[in-house]
């Protein structure tokens, strides 16, 4: 076993170490962006071009590839509850680095395996299984959740400042990224990626992470005695066996993955949709920025309010915003079409950030996290592989993306009126005989 106090001891630090733990945890998230839609988005229509892949097709593998990560994620939560954070999220950053090793090298494993369209396809698809597991699941997952055990009275404005970081750059990933693509190449961006944000950071996460207060001899918050929040959280957790029968679990794992499915078909085919509609690559790109300040402000906002109310009222408006960003997407050729899906998926896309991060934990208890983030994570990141294979099936059929951005609005007005209707307590406010009825 590691010991907490190797190489040095956390109590001793002249500040509360939880401020440590956020700095790694916000990293952790950021350095995951490899194995995330936006990061991959950008490599799309290169891989397209070495490995003679259809767009569909390609949308394909990336389909069972994700899908098929997404069947291992509730196990891997199970290993973040058994290892904790710190063996996990190191573990994960460098079999993150390996596979996008892999996939730098992929067309060229195809060529030396016969080249054909099938091989091709099944080489990317294993790619991207490796990447979004280890990357958009296990470190993400894990990155999230080992901050949550630090705070609890400023939990969701703690979260909150790491999601303002973490919202820009996600939004300006795709930017950079294509920069970084245009100057030194595909393959040598990838082998930057896996460098710096694999490797270099699993080192990092090693040594400076762990896994909660109470390990270190700290309290949560950074507080002296016990919090009575702290105790009625861990007393009232609950398992992942009675939160699947719990509707609230839900409708918010839904609402979080009809995000994933639509706003993952927008990032994957950002290009091809902008260009069915008469626009430049240039200005598909610059949707991200509009997209990013309107998510971070939305996010800081949400965050501060979030200690203060319950969860409801957020999930309600992120939904009408997603609703707002379908209507955009749809009317995308006109510049007002612009502006309403870049304020909707931005106001909420920084909604998701805060709802993502505390709903769990506030309904369901820290016992348990790990396997309940994780089942969620599987639904979240299943929906992010339906996504682009969707959109790109509706455009070959219907010869445009409109369609099936209204069938996502109609399941987003589904979801906004079941959010409306069903009664949401959160733990604080109920006992634990309540929540298992």
Not at 394 to 402: E, L, M, Q, R
Request: include cysteine; aromatic fraction near 16%; proline fraction near 3%.
């Amino acid at each position: 076993m590691i010991s907490v106090n190797w190489p040095f001891r956390p109590n001793k630090t002249p500040f509360f170490y939880g401020w440590v733990i956020w700095v790694f945890s916000t990293l952790g998230i950021l350095f995951s962006i490899p194995g995330q839609t936006m990061g991959l988005a950008v490599f799309t229509d290169s891989f397209i071009e070495v490995l003679g892949l259809s767009r569909t097709e390609l949308s394909l593998a990336y389909l069972l590839g994700t899908i098929g990560s997404s069947l291992f994620l509730a196990r891997a939560g199970r290993w973040y509850d058994l290892y904790g954070g710190r063996v996990m999220i190191t573990i994960a950053s460098i079999a993150l680095s390996l596979m996008i090793v892999y996939i730098s090298f992929v067309d060229i494993f195809s060529k030396q395996l016969g080249g054909s369209v099938f091989i091709s396809f099944v080489l990317i698809m294993i790619g991207y299984f490796g990447v979004r597991f280890f990357g958009q699941g296990i470190l993400t997952s894990c990155s999230r959740n080992v901050l949550l055990l630090w705070f609890v009275k400023k939990r969701g404005l703690v979260g909150g400042i790491r999601n303002v970081f973490v919202s820009l750059g996600f939004s300006l990933a795709p930017l950079l990224l294509a920069g970084l693509i245009s100057f030194y190449g595909w393959r040598e961006s990838l082998w930057i990626l896996a460098l710096f944000g694999g490797m270099g950071f699993s080192l990092m996460a090693f040594i400076f992470i762990r896994d909660n207060p109470e390990s270190c001899g700290l309290k949560a918050d950074g507080i002296i005695s016990d919090s009575d929040e702290e105790i009625q959280e861990e007393a009232n957790s609950i398992t992942l066996k009675i939160v699947k029968r719990n509707p609230v679990f839900w409708i918010y794992s839904l609402s979080l993955s009809m995000h994933a499915l639509f706003g993952t078909a927008i990032v994957f085919h950002i290009i091809s949709i902008f260009e069915e509609v008469g626009k430049s690559q240039a200005e598909a790109f610059s949707y991200f920025i509009p997209a990013a300040i309107f998510s971070t402000t939305s996010n800081l906002i949400a965050s501060w309010f979030a200690d203060k109310i319950n969860l409801k009222p957020l999930l309600i408006i992120m939904l009408l915003s997603f609703c707002l960003g379908s209507i955009g997407f749809i009317n995308l050729e006109n510049d007002w079409g612009f502006w309403t899906l870049a304020l909707g998926f931005g106001v909420g896309g920084g909604l998701w950030g805060v709802l993502s991060n505390l709903t769990f934990i506030r309904f369901f208890g820290p016992k348990h996290l790990g396997e309940i983030s994780g089942f969620s994570s599987s639904l979240t990141v299943f929906a992010s592989a339906i996504g682009p294979a969707a959109f790109s099936l509706g455009f070959d059929f219907f010869g445009n993306y409109a369609a099936p951005a209204k069938i996502c609005l109609g399941f987003l007005i589904i979801l906004v009126l079941v959010a409306i209707i069903l009664d949401q307590k959160e733990i604080k406010n109920e006992s634990m005989d309540a929540l298992r009825s």
